[in-house]
């Protein structure tokens, strides 16, 4: 009989401290999924807000700039970066005047040096606009979500010729203005941060800035998500017919934040290496944060973005590319890209021009704007949710002491945790299958055999919105 057959809780016993639940084969259900809290009106309320219309009349404005190359003109008020970077920080500040609005916008300058796709130092200016958290023990917790408003042609070093730069990444940029425009009146416990970041086709270096500096004030950054080339569902040859799944990438590597946090000089410290063994012991290489984000992030968009299916890719990025959630990961925080299912390379990176009957640039025709609105409200609805959310579990162990057929789990309760879940998938699986709701203890015992399933614990709001899940490592003694 199959393990996901097996994994039912027939009774429950509980207890200020402690709380066993126990599993009879014989009462086993085919299927015991984690509770799921009601659609949140809150949420559904930030989707209804964002618009195609108004998606595709931003990225029009923004194509209609003629290049946003990050080494183009900057004094134009109709032409260049410097033109595109002023329309979009007016646009969050038009936003963040609404009556009610929360929003706070700011545009952050800074000196990028000269190096390799920079000839000479430059300014520039990432543009920034923060919701702050209400709650006193999340208002701290950072959930971060970017677009790159800089755009380029087949020489990235052509800071002169038109790049429309629609889909890559105009398509980015209007899924986080629509976000924070959309977000701007709302409340959440933690603080969610927009970004229109410039430099990423020269080096990531807006993304590399705003993350070293956030590293360097000790901010704590729980999720990033970058949005990067997310403006169709289908390729010229007709890849994705109608009917057909509208299809979201969702590129989530876990490992390579570990290493290269405790890297040093191409070495393993002695701190990487045991952390490093734990998670082989526990076989936790597919439960790192940056996939329990992924996982966070896919049950959104099942919850109220049915119209779209994230596959979740277990990578860091696509061969020979690289986005803006990199340097969040280079700083040991779970960051993740989306990006649209059949990129074509027609209409990325390409000078404009027409061979016989092909076309090449990256034009708003090639855009469909309901597609990006449908992305922006599943960045929406994994962000509302993680900020309405505890912080996940600290601490958290799995009772390896002993040989033993049932599970004991511990973790170290937190204040801002109405209560906690713990949920179960059998290797491989890549969503979490069952779950139960244990309250709020610090530690649970289930007879589900450890060596047989992988587990997680998640703590929950006083609504029941999970956190990210964490993983236990073994506690050997």
């Known amino acids: 009989m199959k393990q996901s057959a097996l994994l039912t809780a027939l009774r429950t016993l509980t207890s200020a401290a402690a ?96 190096g390799v796709r920079v000839s000479a130092p430059i300014e520039l200016v990432n543009l920034v606009a923060t919701l702050p958290g209400t709650a006193p023990a999340a208002k701290d917790r950072l959930l971060v979500v970017s677009g790159h408003y800089d755009s380029r042609v087949s020489d990235v070093m052509n800071a002169t010729a038109d790049a429309p730069g629609a889909d890559d990444d105009g ?25 229109a970041v410039p430099g990423e086709e020269q080096g990531l270096y807006g993304s590399e800035h705003w993350a070293a500096e956030a590293a360097r004030q000790g901010l704590d950054v729980e999720a990033m998500i970058t949005n990067d080339i997310v403006g169709t569902p289908r390729a010229d040859g007709g890849r994705a017919r109608p009917g057909e799944p509208r299809v979201l990438r969702l590129f989530a590597d876990g490992l390579d934040p570990l290493l290269r946090q405790y890297a040093g000089h191409g070495q393993l410290d002695a701190a990487a290496q045991a952390r490093l063994q734990q998670l082989a012991l526990g076989g936790g290489a597919a439960d790192l944060p940056t996939q329990q984000l992924a996982r966070a992030i896919a049950a959104a968009a099942r919850r109220y973005v049915p119209a779209i299916e994230l596959h979740v890719i ?117 969503d979490w299958t069952h779950g139960v709701d244990v309250g709020a203890v610090d530690h649970a015992r289930l007879e589900v055999s450890k060596d047989d399933v992988v587990f997680g614990v998640e703590a929950l709001s006083r609504s029941g919105e999970p956190s990210l899940a964490s993983f236990p490592l073994p506690q050997s003694r």
């Not at 002993?402 to 906690?420: H, K, S, V």
């Open 19 to 114: 709380l066993v639940v126990l599993l009879s084969p014989a009462a086993a259900a085919p299927d015991a999924p984690p509770p799921s809290a009601p659609r949140d009106p809150r949420i559904d309320a930030v989707l209804a807000d964002i618009s195609a219309a108004r998606i595709e009349h931003d990225i029009a404005t923004l194509v209609g700039f003629g290049t946003r190359h990050t080494l183009s003109e900057t004094a134009s008020d109709t032409r260049g970066i410097g033109a595109a970077r002023r329309w979009i920080l007016g646009e969050l500040q038009a936003c963040a005047a609404r009556p009610g609005a929360r929003l706070k916008v700011e545009a952050q300058p800074f000196t990028q040096p000269a």
């Open 171 to 195: 398509s980015g940029t209007a899924a986080v203005i629509a976000m924070a425009c959309a977000m701007a009146t709302s409340s959440f416990d933690a603080t969610i941060v927009f970004l």
């Open 314 to 430: 277990q990578r860091r990025d696509r061969y020979l590319r690289g986005g803006d959630h990199i340097p969040f990961l280079a700083r040991g925080w779970a960051a993740v890209r989306l990006t649209e299912p059949y990129e074509n390379f027609d209409h990325q990176h390409q000078d404009l021009r027409r061979e016989g009957t092909r076309v090449y640039g990256d034009l708003p025709e090639y855009v469909d704007p309901d597609y990006v609105a449908d992305v922006a409200r599943v960045n929406a609805a994994a962000l509302a949710t993680l900020a309405l959310a505890p912080a996940a579990p600290r601490e958290v162990r799995i009772d390896a002491r002993e040989l033993d057929t049932g599970t004991t789990l511990r973790w170290q309760r937190d204040a801002d945790a109405a209560g906690y879940r713990i949920v179960w998938r059998v290797p491989g699986e890549p």
